[in-house]
């Protein structure tokens, strides 16, 4: 593996800029302009790394090496004909050249053929002699398919092969979830601890699995001894947080989560999780302070805002839920929860327009919620907006055909509708039991 700060590349490096600024050409042999395009290529200056390319090749047309760097330029181009046709030369004169299987899997890949991309990979299998890397990518190609059993044998092997290969553990712990093999990732995760009992990563995995697995002291155990291997891993305090908040130890959690904000820059996660601890024990202007935090730090966190709203939604001060929902609707327009408590608060304040205008963004969004969809024909009913009504129930019917609610107000509907009958109507005909006749005439009252 190229080395960027070995002496001999950065002298390249330094001796190739150096040409670029004088109208001299200087030799470098073809390692020499490997290493050079790699390092550009490493710290995505392309431009350079084309220009030592061209130059590369021109003085030496024939090393395979700079061939297969051009390729790989021409697929981050996303110039795949261009790629492809210079692997079919390449192979033509080296046919088992391992790096050709894996540029043209690369394509196939990004090309979203990832069952040819699989093959070429095995290819480049066989002729390997490190194989770490092409098991990972095997292991990637068959989690884009879904095939998780797959995708697991690949993730076993890298982790076989190098215990303290992380992001292989969090791919194969990925497989395990899909898959709803908990035992069988708990295993694992004790085989990378019986080689490395201080792994702070296998701790925390460890302890979130036995946490959805209800095992609440083994999980806090677990998140403990993720602590100890490193008392500045931010996740453990979050996770072991979270379950002491889950089983109501309100101010060990809050502790937890303090700490989890001393040890990394300011998370809005963190920041709205103390001011919900805050909130449950009753402090209320610390919640709100915290909530403020959240939403100040990452004003496009949803969560932190619906936290503040609701915050304030519970107190019944609908105003200034109001104030923080315009605000937040600005950051998140696209918030399918933000727009339906605009709904709830716009109701509220009697705001009849904005409610309904927040209503109509919910179902946009295609939010059918059954509780959602009948607050939104009562609101119709009550603005005496029948066909609205109407045409909102015949959608809502699409979801829920037998539902009574729907039926009860699809019933009255029809017939304000029908010639905009104003006359009393006979509800025996209609067979409503007492509690469907008193909600129908409260919402239909012009037919009493």
């Not at 519970?314 to 105003?319: D, L, M, S, V």
């Amino acid at each position: 593996m190229l080395d960027f700060n070995s002496e001999n590349t950065q002298s390249s490096i330094i001796k190739f800029e150096s040409m670029l600024k004088t109208n001299h050409v200087y030799f470098f042999d073809a390692q020499e302009f490997e290493d050079i395009i790699v390092h550009y290529l490493g710290f995505a200056e392309n431009n350079l790394a084309k220009k030592a390319l061209k130059m590369g090749l021109n003085q030496h047309p024939s090393n395979l090496e700079l061939m297969l760097l051009q390729s790989e330029v021409f697929i981050l181009d996303q110039k795949y004909e261009n790629a492809l046709d210079l692997l079919d030369y390449v192979s033509k004169i080296d046919p088992l050249y391992e790096e050709v299987f894996l540029q043209r899997a690369t394509i196939a890949s990004k090309s979203g053929n990832h069952a040819g991309a699989i093959l070429f990979l095995k290819n480049a299998l066989e002729l390997s002699e490190e194989p770490e890397e092409i098991w990972n990518l095997l292991g990637l190609e068959h989690l884009l398919v879904e095939e998780y059993e797959k995708s697991l044998h690949y993730f076993k092997n890298c982790l076989k092969n190098n215990k303290e290969d992380y992001p292989s553990l969090y791919n194969l712990l990925y497989c395990y979830e899909q898959l709803n093999k908990d035992e069988e990732a708990i295993e694992s995760l004790n085989e990378v601890l019986e080689h490395n009992p201080y792994c702070e990563v296998a701790w925390h995995q460890l302890g979130k699995l036995l946490s959805k697995l209800d095992k609440t002291n083994e999980a806090l155990s677990a998140f403990d001894y993720a602590i100890i291997s490193d008392d500045t891993f931010t996740g453990a305090y979050v996770e072991k947080g979270k379950v002491l908040e889950k089983i109501g130890r309100i101010n060990e959690s809050i502790q937890n989560y303090e700490v989890a904000l001393n040890t990394s820059d300011p998370s809005a996660f963190i920041l709205e999780s103390i001011g919900r601890c805050h909130e449950k024990l009753g402090n209320n202007q610390l919640a709100q302070k915290f909530y403020l935090k959240s939403v100040h730090i990452e004003p496009a966190n949803e969560n932190s805002w619906q936290s503040l709203i609701n915050f304030h939604i519970e107190a019944e001060n609908f105003k200034k839920a109001k104030h923080y929902l315009e605000i937040a609707l600005e950051a998140n327009n696209d918030s399918f929860l933000l727009w339906k408590q605009s709904a709830f608060v716009n109701q509220s304040l009697k705001l009849n327009n904005e409610a309904l205008t927040a209503y109509q963004k919910v179902i946009d969004f295609g939010f059918f919620e059954l509780t959602l969809l009948i607050n939104y024909i009562d609101l119709n009913i009550h603005l005496k907006l029948w066909k609205q009504a109407f045409d909102i129930i015949q959608i809502a019917f699409k979801g829920y055909p037998e539902s009574e609610e729907l039926k009860l107000r699809n019933m009255g509907c029809k017939l304000l509708l029908q010639n905009g009958i104003k006359e009393k109507v006979n509800i025996i005909d209609y067979n409503l039991n007492k509690k469907d006749q008193a909600i129908f005439f409260k919402l239909f009252s012009t037919l009493k």
